[in-house]
């Protein structure tokens, strides 16, 4: 187990958390569907994932989700990663997909949390 100490973020922990990666894989997050998804967020999330589609010429379909899996072999091969810590859940796909790294898609499920 690793613990990210400040600044903290979910950028920062992932990539504190990918820089450290000891066994044979790692994966961040799974599951599959979109549950109460703020529709403006929707839109833009859809838009912005169709914007990376055509400008990298790649048919992952939701670049921007960070739930993903790697072997260590493919975090090692994108290395150095270089973008914001919030990004780097498209970086390292990106990378991943250009660098002819071979890939698969899972359902996952995101669902939005409950007012607290």
């Known amino acids: 187990m690793v ?3 400040p600044p903290y973020g979910f950028g920062r922990a992932i990539g504190c958390g990918v820089q450290r990666v000891s066994g044979d894989a790692v994966v961040i997050m799974k599951g599959g569907g979109v549950i109460d998804y703020p529709w403006l967020k929707l839109r833009l999330n859809r838009m912005a994932n169709l914007f990376i589609r055509v400008l990298f010429g ?3 379909n939701d670049t ?3 739930f993903k899996a ?3 072999t493919v975090i090692e ?3 150095p990663l270089l973008s914001a810590p919030f990004n780097l ?4 796909p990106l990378k991943a997909i250009i660098r002819g790294y071979s890939w698969t898609v899972l359902p996952v499920t995101w669902r939005n949390r409950e007012p607290a």
């Open 64 to 66: 921007t989700n960070a």
């Open 77 to 79: 091969g994108c290395q």
């Open 3 to 5: 613990k990210n100490g």
């Open 58 to 60: 790649v048919s992952l």
């Open 70 to 72: 790697y072997r260590r």
């Open 89 to 92: 859940t498209v970086e390292l």
